[in-house]
């Protein structure tokens, strides 16, 4: 079919299909409850993050936002409100974090929120684990405390921005006092995590490992909600300021480092956000004084190291550009792959005081190879090069 034609169903088939066909199967196969509804009204949350707002005036240069994220257009965002709750007698699946009332209806909080019906449809809507949700007896009754931070969807990004910093919900005053905290988590076990885990959790807290796609009945469960939304990737400022003074070099940045991200590794063999002219966008960059870093060469250490120093980064939409997290005052040039705004690193930038500047292709959907303007990306790093 022509890519033109692609382009142009994509908008109308899926929410389409989303509503006639995914929103009752998830109503019926998923029910959810909110904390309110399942615990009552005065059930106590604990909020260490403020609310906070600020202006998105580069969105009316932007093109249309994917579906999924047209709840994020508007002149200004809000962060939505984020918690911690304690709740009793719940049961708990470790391979993606979704927690179930005593009476089997899923806690929506335990969800990532506004994620989108496709999405959990891919996630959730699957045999073994609505059979789990409906019949499964728990393996096992974890008594005392406990928490989680894994989850969905649980790509290289969202490790980072989503499910990760769940854990500095338990740094709050209200669970100083308790003697142990296990937190919950199940193989596989990511760079990300074993590196990051540990310098976020407090001193009470205990990592314990649990069988993916498993029940288990907790006694006392410390329910964190997620820092960021679908979509979006504005993290809190305290969460940001807690995380860069745990893991950032103890020494001045040298911004002395523009950075292309290849994407030549992780895309090879697949129609997966490859820049089909790279050579040629690497050759252009080289002069300005950029050099190329496939990451996947590099640990974890390393990246924050490479990207704290980065004056400009510039590079296709994926996870690569989730380091600008470790930049100070970088300057941000991304690539978008389709014709449809993907929200994510925007609003990133956004957190971290960024400068950002975007470039657009025509694909009908993220997982595109696709071919970039160089004169055009050229011209957007006028000014900054």
Known sequence: MPEAIVNALKPIIRPLFSWAV???????????????????????????????????????????????????EGETYTTHDIFST??????VEPGNGVVLTSSRKVIAESLYPHMDDITIYGALLNKSFL??????????????????????????YHKFIDLVPRCAL?????????????LLYADPVSETESFLVPKLVPKNVTLTKVQPGRLYRIEKLILPTFLTQFGSGYLPQAYIQRLREA????????????????????????????????????????PLGFGTYELEDYSLEEKISLFYDAEIVVGAYGGGLTHVLFSDHVKI?????MAKTQTYYYYLAKALGHDYRFWFSNKANNRENFEVDIPEILQLLEGWC
Do not use: W
Not at 131 to 156: C, H, T, W
């Open 131 to 156: 059979k789990r949700r409906m019949f499964e007896q728990p393996v096992q009754d974890i008594s005392g405390y406990a928490s989680l931070y894994q989850g969905l969807p649980n790509g290289y």
């Open 333 to 337: 040039l991304e690539l978008q792959v």
């Open 22 to 72: 995914l929103k009752p199967a998830i109503a019926f196969l998923l029910p959810r409850q909110t904390v309110v509804q399942a615990f009552g009204r005065d059930h106590p949350k604990h909020r260490p993050f403020p609310p906070e707002t600020f202006p998105t005036p580069e969105i009316k240069h932007m093109p249309p936002f994917d579906g999924p994220f047209q709840y994020l």
């Open 86 to 91: 304690v709740v009793e007698g719940v049961l």
């Open 170 to 182: 338990l740094c709050q005053p209200e669970y100083a006092e308790i003697d142990n905290i296990q």
């Open 247 to 286: 893991v950032l070099p103890q020494r001045p940045p040298t911004k002395d480092k523009r950075i292309y991200i290849s994407r030549a590794q992780s895309a090879s063999g697949l129609k997966k956000r490859h820049i089909v002219n790279e050579a040629e966008l690497i050759a252009a960059l080289k």
